[in-house]
């Protein structure tokens, strides 16, 4: 097998040649080369780290997973850039956060001057396949860049469905691709791609895209008694959005349905990732290979007055699992307490697969960690700005300070005082101590949104594309809450 540490072809890449960056680079310490890892990287579409086994939750929702994070390293406080998945899966492919990336609305795809994750690895000689499971994720919306497959695993839209039926169907409450069913086809999808790749030379880069765990809430039959009272009979289901009985101040027997049939489409994804690894093992693909598997934002069940996601950037929301394993080189049952971000992803990726050290992202190689060493702490900063919005969030494990939009005051939570006093984000009156900490707070939250600004005006990255909403895409949008107020009443 070639070796594959040099990284060709790069200079085709705008930011790469902007910026003069390394080409070449060796893969080899003292006991020669090795070989670069398969990747696996799977986003789990709207879960939060706190309903997974490994992160504390009393269900067995998460027996596969938690046998990953055994394996590896937990991170316990990472968190995305946003609460939603175009932007967030835009930053996990690019390193960069919203503001510098540019994706941040609907009507946008992102410009293909970006060098992505899967371009880099292309270019490294490495085999990129992407399946996914919900529309955001269709190569209309630009992620599919530097893919040599990338297949759609939406059972209700055509796989040779027009870029305006894609783009109408996302993010529909009752549109098609709420009410799928995508794991199976992407189990199915992976396993014929995987029968073709068993003999091939070079390292492969699988990402997938499970999107059963994002609403509406409908698990397979098998599974949607697993975790509610069987004999409950109230207006409650799966339809987080569209459900008018699901709102702030249901009965608590009703929640519990609808967290009980969101635990149950974890369980079930649950299930196809075991599945596809098992497959991927008796096919011998499982030597060597790097998984990543974390999430591109959470879900509200109204701790702050909200439900689903892209309202908010509160933690329920923005708190993401991380979970990395890499047999025999990343020690097994770690568990790391410090803050890190979704654009770390990129950047750890292409430190362990010998890719450019000088590559400019806004995240970091979280290798040191992931051998047990320190990192200096770092803030998080996010971002919503659907439809206008203007939300930002800085967080560190301490503290979080957050403001709604433009002209709203900054808020600050502790979120680490001893007695906690804001552990759920709650507003607590500002002492004379805490003002003072809210005033700095805010001070480092501009500043981190000015280098953000400033990072896409040194990497002189076009905007992006824009895409014409028609008018039923713009109804549709409007109906999720994606465009327009229709669902502020419900938070
Ligand atoms: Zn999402």
Redesign the pocket.
Known sequence: MPTRCRWIGASAHLTLALLGMVIFASCGGSDGPRQPPNVIFISI??LRPDHLGCYGYGRDTSPFIDSLAEGGVRFENAVSTTS???P??AAMFTGLLGPTHGLIDNGKSLSDDHVTLAELLSDAGYHTAGFFG?P?LHPTFGLGQGFDVYESCMTTTPDAAGDDEVRSSAGTPDGPSHHDITGPRTREKVSSWAAGREAAAEPYFLFLHLWDV?YDFTPPAEYAQLFVDSNYAGPADGRLMSNPEIRPGMKPADLAHVLGLYDAEIRFTDDIIRDIFDDLDQRGMMENTLVILT???GEEFFEHGFKG?NKTLFDEVLRVPLIVSWQGEIDDRQVVGDQVQITDIMPTIIGFTGGPSSLVTQGHDLAPLLAGREMAPRDALSGLFIDGGDQRALRSNERKVFRFNELSPTVYFDLQSNPREDPAEVISPLTEHSQDRRERGELDLNSAIRRAYDLKSTLKLRPPNSIELTDDMRSALTDLGYLGTEDEDDG
């Open positions: 579409d709207s939603w998945t175009l967030s899966h919900g955001y994002h999430s591109d934002h996601h």
